[in-house]
């Protein structure tokens, strides 16, 4: 009894500091909001156009990458490392015409997020803005990083299902190159590629991927130029859209784009670990399909490599 009531009190104290936390930052926000520099991100539906319009890679910047460059502890599936945080500042102080770097649309605007989330990134911003600051170009347009987390962010969550199909468009009857960890199983159990015209995979480790980032490249280098990459691999992705697009590849770095999707077909109200594939952001992070016929045929045969 005395071990609930203490574990009750701490969660309190906890969830007190959380919301004193948060007032602080939105009082400071309202007050240094003139002075704050204006950085141009553009909305997720903007970013999807852009990349269909324009057929451009990108490279997303979310608050784990920031902590990479700065090699903040982080309890991840990727060590930090001098290379790791040097070529993330090379990509993200980046400018190349078919690359859009994405980051987070959270410096000033966050109606259109749900209480949670909006608590969260003014409090982040709160602490880390002056550290984005260093790397970002007030004259340099931004895509939205969040375009792969189309869904359990936002306040209006019945938009979610707009915002995934406009994704959709980006490989619709186009050929694709999933490049993911062994644990990821993009669009395996769901219909996220369902109309792609052909699918193909490289499958590489799910933890500290960028350790065998000279062989993940030199691999992608294989696949045909006419192909979209689409890129799961944490920082590792980031990089490699970057690298990939400087040699006439179109490349997309999309993260959790998947487990957004497995959520949203579950209408999750929160992050819950999915059967069969990685979650790095809940407790459990992994926990194996029940069903027998969860790794088909269809994905055996989609794997054009592996790396261990």
Known sequence: MQHLILKVVNRFKFELKRQ??????????????KKIPKITVLSTEETIKYIIDKKVSISRFGDGELHWILKFPQDSF????????????????????????????VFEDLSMYKKSSRKFWRVYMDKHRANWNIY???????????????YMSYRERKEASLRFELIKKIWKNKDITIIEGNKSFLGVGNDLFKEAASLERIICPSINAFEKYN?????????RKENIILIALGPTATILSY??????????????????YEWYLKKARNKTVIEGKY????????????????????YINSILHRIE
């Open 243 to 260: 690298d990939l697009s400087k040699i006439g590849y179109q490349a997309l770095d999309i993260g959790h784009l998947d487990i957004e």
């Open 20 to 33: 004193y936390d948060y007032l602080f930052a939105e009082v400071r926000f309202k007050v240094q909001k």
């Open 136 to 150: 970002l170009n007030s004259k340099q347009k931004y895509g939205n990083s969040l375009i792969t987390r189309p």
């Open 78 to 105: 990727q060590e930090n490392s001098d290379t790791l945080t040097k070529r993330l500042e090379e990509v993200l102080t980046s400018n190349l015409d078919n690359l859009l770097i994405c980051i987070p649309d």
């Open 215 to 223: 062989e993940i490249l030199n691999e992608a280098k294989k696949v």
């Open 279 to 298: 979650v790095n952001e809940t407790g459990k992070k992994w926990i194996e399909s029940k069903d027998k016929n969860f790794i088909d045929q269809q």
